[in-house]
T-cell receptor, first 115, second 113 residues
Framework: ETGVTQSPTHLIKTRGQQVTLRCSSQSGHNTVSWYQQALGQGPQFIFQYYREEENGRGNFPPRFSGLQFPNYSSELNVNALELDDSALYLC??????????????FGEGSRLTVL | KQEVTQIPAALSVPEGENLVLNCSFTDSAIYNLQWFRQDPGKGLTSLLLIQSSQREQTSGRLNASLDKSSGRSTLYIAASQPGDSATYLCAVRGQGGSEKLVFGKGMKLTVNP
C-alpha cells in the first residue's frame, strides 16, 4: 500500500511569486485535505477536496487554491506569496463517506520558505 | 469555535517512565479525535483514532482515552523509550464528520536514556 507522497520536499521562493505543491493520496483514498503548519504551531486547515470538488475551506484567502484530479491526486497553488506563507504544507488523504469523518493519513510535507 | 489545548508544551523524562499526555477541547460535540506523532521537520503519523462513541483505543504501548462530556482526552505511553521522543498532537473533528481537524499546538516529548 502506497502512502501519501508530496513534492517538492523543500523550496524557496521570493515574495510575490507563485508556487504549486503536489500530493498523491494513499491508495484507495478519495479525499485530500491540505494543512499549513507554521513553526511551533499545530496544523491549520486550508481546504478539502472530494471527487474533484472543494467541499470545505478554512480561513485562508482566495490566493490559496487547489485542484483534485480523477486519480485523486491534488495540487495546492498559492499566488502572490507573502513572507507569512513560509510554513510546512501538509497533505492528508482519507476515505470517509462523502469525504467526511475518515481517519487522516499525512504525507511528509513540503517546506516552503518565502524570502 | 472549537479550540484544542495541550498542556504542558514540553516534557522531559527519563527512559522507562509511564507517561500521560493531556488534550482538552472546548466543544464536546465532536465526531472523533485523533492522536498524531510528528518528528522534527517531518509529517504527521497517525497513532490512534477514537470515535465519539468510544471510550478508549489501544495500540501496543499506547492507550488513548476520551471523555467527550468533559472535553478531555489522554494519551498514555507505557515504559517510555528514547525513540518515543517527538511532538505529539491531538486533533478533533466536529460533529457530523466535519471536513476539518482542529489541532492543538502539540506537546514536545523528550525521553532521556
Amino acid at each position: 500500500e502506497t502512502g501519501v507522497t508530496q513534492s517538492p520536499t523543500h523550496l524557496i521562493k521570493t515574495r510575490g511569486q507563485q508556487v504549486t505543491l503536489r500530493c498523491s493520496s494513499q491508495s484507495g483514498h478519495n479525499t485530500v485535505s491540505w494543512y499549513q503548519q507554521a513553526l511551533g504551531q499545530g496544523p491549520q486547515f486550508i481546504f478539502q477536496y472530494y471527487r474533484e470538488e472543494e467541499n470545505g475551506r478554512g480561513n485562508f484567502p482566495p490566493r490559496f487554491s487547489g485542484l483534485q484530479f480523477p486519480n485523486y491526486s491534488s495540487e495546492l497553488n498559492v499566488n502572490a506569496l507573502e513572507l507569512d506563507d513560509s510554513a510546512l504544507y501538509l497533505c492528508a488523504s482519507s476515505s470517509g463517506l462523502a469525504g467526511f469523518g475518515g481517519e487522516l493519513f499525512f504525507g511528509e510535507g513540503s517546506r516552503l520558505t518565502v524570502l | 469555535k472549537q479550540e484544542v489545548t495541550q498542556i504542558p508544551a514540553a516534557l522531559s523524562v527519563p527512559e522507562g517512565e509511564n507517561l500521560v499526555l493531556n488534550c482538552s477541547f472546548t466543544d464536546s460535540a465532536i465526531y472523533n479525535l485523533q492522536w498524531f506523532r510528528q518528528d522534527p521537520g517531518k509529517g504527521l503519523t497517525s497513532l490512534l483514532l477514537i470515535q465519539s462513541s468510544q471510550r478508549e483505543q489501544t495500540s501496543g504501548r499506547l492507550n488513548a482515552s476520551l471523555d467527550k462530556s468533559s472535553g478531555r482526552s489522554t494519551l498514555y505511553i507505557a515504559a517510555s523509550q528514547p525513540g518515543d521522543s517527538a511532538t505529539y498532537l491531538c486533533a478533533v473533528r466536529g460533529q457530523g464528520g466535519s471536513e476539518k481537524l482542529v489541532f492543538g499546538k502539540g506537546m514536545k516529548l523528550t525521553v532521556n536514556p
